[in-house]
């Protein structure tokens, strides 16, 4: 892949846009009942911009899905909205990055826009070859990521955080895409875990985003805290 820098960096500059959209609990199809969507399926301008907190101008939901402690969420990304087929990838166009989901507890995920003590629940980020990278597992799973709410997590309203990081851009040019679900953690424990604001976690010249991909010398190096499994 580095020895192609030109091609592909050129390719993935005009190619694919996505978008989280649709949720599953355990084996349960929620589609967009739960979820924050998105204005539309362009990245986010910046790491430090607003829309980090949960996307472009989501829309509000009035649902909130029950999820046990302990059992399993599947989140669901497309290149258009409405699009679930799994002939398209997810999210194309040499669209190379990590895929990370952080959680918040929130008194009401209806409502809650600020504020929120994000921590990382999963990460898919890369080993060293194409096909390792977040978003080629993604597009590899039909656009699905599934993950365990930690066990021990206390009981209670939740955002679920889902975040997918283009770097084909070259270095300081990161191009994130986040949407935001809305559950509520029943069966749970005690567990509050620290965690970090966005925007504010990532800045612009942390080391993920200092180096071009396809430069030699680029190494993997996880953005944000470390993943809580309770």
């Known amino acids: 892949m580095k020895t192609a820098f030109v091609l ?8 694919a846009h996505s978008t989280w959209q649709d949720l599953w609990v355990g ?24 829309d980090m907190f949960c996307g ?10 029950d999820v046990q402690a302990g059992s399993s969420l599947t989140v669901e990304m497309h290149a258009q909205p409405g699009q679930r087929s799994c002939s398209q ?14 959680m918040g507890k929130v008194s009401d995920a209806k409502t809650a826009n600020s504020g929120v003590s994000w921590f990382k629940v999963a990460e898919d980020g890369y080993t060293g ?3 390792s990278w977040g978003t080629e597992i993604l597009n590899a799973n039909c656009g699905k990521r ?11 309203n939740y955002l679920v955080r889902a975040e997918a990081i283009a770097l084909h851009a070259g270095a300081g040019n990161p191009q994130p895409y986040v949407s935001c679900f809305q559950v509520n953690v029943v069966g749970g424990g005690s567990a509050s875990p620290p965690g970090v604001s966005f925007p504010g976690a990532y800045k612009t010249n942390d080391a993920l985003f200092s180096k071009a991909i396809y430069d030699p010398s680029f190494q ?3 953005p944000g805290p470390k993943v809580w499994t309770g």
């Open 220 to 222: 993997y190096v996880s």
């Open 8 to 15: 592909l960096a050129a390719i993935g500059s005009a190619a």
């Open 146 to 156: 599934a993950f365990t709410v930690p066990k021990s997590l206390a009981s209670g």
């Open 27 to 50: 084996s349960e199809d929620k589609g967009t009942t739960c979820t924050r969507v998105v204005r539309d399926n362009s990245p986010i301008t910046s790491v430090t911009n607003a």
């Open 89 to 102: 990838p997810a999210i194309g166009g040499n669209h190379y990055g990590p895929v990370l989901i952080y």
């Open 56 to 65: 472009r101008g989501p829309a509000s939901s009035p649902n909130v899905c």
């Open 129 to 131: 070859t194409t096909a």
